[in-house]
């Protein structure tokens, strides 16, 4: 797995996070795991398929995840995850995704994404494709993003 | 060669709808027709391989059209569309001689799946099966659900029901989660509890596990890997242009786990088995 592969996904959310108002956005620890791992209250969960196959699971704590949907919807407070905030999460990782095909496009990689999927619930472990992937910390305004990108070669 | 279809609805909407459903390497729209009178005139004049006809439609209605098309042409291969179901309409429709009947608001897949069934048909007589889509993508899993179940695990199951899904998933414990892309994309979740999952395993492998056992999920994992895998090869080889793909499947397992797809439109397929009852999510982004 070349590890540049990697960095054009990684380029999407700091393009996209400030562009959906999202202030602050700044990169911490960037590690490289075995197998992609996305366990706290919140995930949303998107598959790539195509020239290049895996998974990008954007997940947050609960805190993190009600002020994002905050900001998607104009300020308006969340005060619950419900439907409606649950579908403003839904609504960046669908922006995240379709900016990441764009530039993937760009490489040379006829890369399609599927629609996103939300996992809410307590005590959450999970495993994200077996595959190498990059685990990144991104802190925002709103709170920590851990962003882990699961490739297959 | 492209299939020609020629569309006959008064709805613009369903004109749209239709033409962003057909993949562009299979499929051409020669020509649109706004009510059931043109729909017969266009039939005559452009000859295509299959007409997608509403019911409800000005000045002449869908079902007269359907009846004049096929008094010149028994042949011609007609999909009625239209909001109602009921069985009435349904043995008007088969008694005009109507080989499938799809119900507004229909899902991508089943519009392809239908004209994939009717441009099979060859001159078949009869109407046989007019209003069933034994061939649909929910089928196409439920066959590999229940194979993949036997083949595996080699399990006693019955299919249950299957039903659309209303809103968010609530898990058993543990759900298996695989995107699919192409001309259609979405996803398909198992979902089960921890210890069914452990019994299912044990099945698979003839040992014993434990619930903290991480060989589950990977099984598990697989387990929808390789049915999915069946089920969409077995789409794409009925329906040309689907190309249906899949990314990896994702494990999660965890106390009131939702799952939430807000773009998806799904149905729940149920299944009983020996080990304990699976459910099946299969959902695609709404037309």
Redesign the interface.
């Known amino acids: 797995m070349d590890a540049r592969m990697f960095s054009p996904f990684v380029d999407t959310f700091f393009q996209v996070l400030p562009g959906a108002g999202i202030k602050k956005v700044e990169r911490g620890r960037l590690t490289l795991k075995e197998k ?1 791992s996305a366990a706290r209250d919140v ?1 949303a ?6 020239g290049l ?3 990008i ?1 954007m997940t947050m704590d609960e805190a993190t995840a009600k002020k994002i949907a905050s900001i998607m919807m104009m300020g308006r407070p969340v005060e619950t995850l419900d ?1 409606m905030a ?2 403003a999460i ?1 609504e960046l990782a ?1 922006m995240i995704s379709a900016n990441a095909m764009t530039i993937v496009g760009q490489n040379g990689f006829a890369m ?20 190498k992937s990059l685990n990144v910390e991104i802190y925002t305004e709103a709170g920590m993003i851990e962003i882990n990108i ?1 490739l ?1 070669s | 060669m492209k299939i020609r279809v020629l569309v006959v609805d008064d709805s613009p909407f369903i004109h749209k709808a239709i033409a962003r459903i057909l993949p562009e390497d299979a499929y051409e729209i020669c020509g649109s027709g706004k009510n059931g009178q043109e729909g017969v005139e266009l039939y005559q004049r452009l000859a295509p391989d299959v007409v997608t006809m509403d019911i409800t439609m000005p000045i002449m209605d869908g079902l007269a059209a359907a009846r004049e098309i096929l008094r010149k042409d028994p042949k011609a291969k007609i999909i009625m569309l239209s909001a109602m179901g009921d069985e009435e309409l349904v043995q008007e429709a088969k008694a005009i001689g109507i080989k499938m009947l799809l119900q507004k608001p229909f899902k991508a897949p089943d519009m392809l799946t239908a004209l994939g069934k009717v441009c099979a048909l060859d001159d078949q007589p009869g109407a046989e099966d007019a209003a069933q889509q034994d061939d649909s993508y929910l089928e196409c899993f439920r066959t590999a659900l229940k194979d993949t179940l036997t083949g595996m695990a080699g399990l006693d199951c019955s299919l249950g029901e299957t039903a659309p899904q209303h809103g968010v998933l609530e898990s058993k414990g543990l759900a298996v989660i695989l995107g699919i892309t192409g001309r259609m994309s979405g996803r398909v979740i198992l979902d089960t509890s921890r210890e069914v999952a452990c019994k299912l395993c044990g099945m698979m492998n003839g040992e014993e596990y434990g619930l903290e056992d991480d060989f589950v999920l990977f099984s598990m994992a697989e387990f929808l890997n390789i049915l999915s895998g069946n089920a969409t090869t077995n789409i794409n080889n009925k329906q040309r242009g689907l190309n249906l793909r899949l990314a990896p499947p994702s494990v999660f397992v965890g106390k009131r786990l939702n799952i939430n797809s807000p773009k998806v439109k799904a149905d729940i397929i149920r299944m009983e088995t020996a080990a304990g009852d699976i459910r099946l999510s299969v959902g695609f982004e709404g037309s």
């Not at chain 1, 399609?112 to 595959?131: A, D, K, M, N, Y």
Request: charged share 15%; net charge negative.
């Open positions: 992609v995930t969960l998107i598959g790539l398929s195509g196959r895996g998974n699971a439907d649950q579908s839904s669908n399609q994404v599927t629609p996103p999927t939300l996992i809410t619930g307590e005590r959450i472990s999970c495993i994200v494709s077996q595959v699961g297959e």
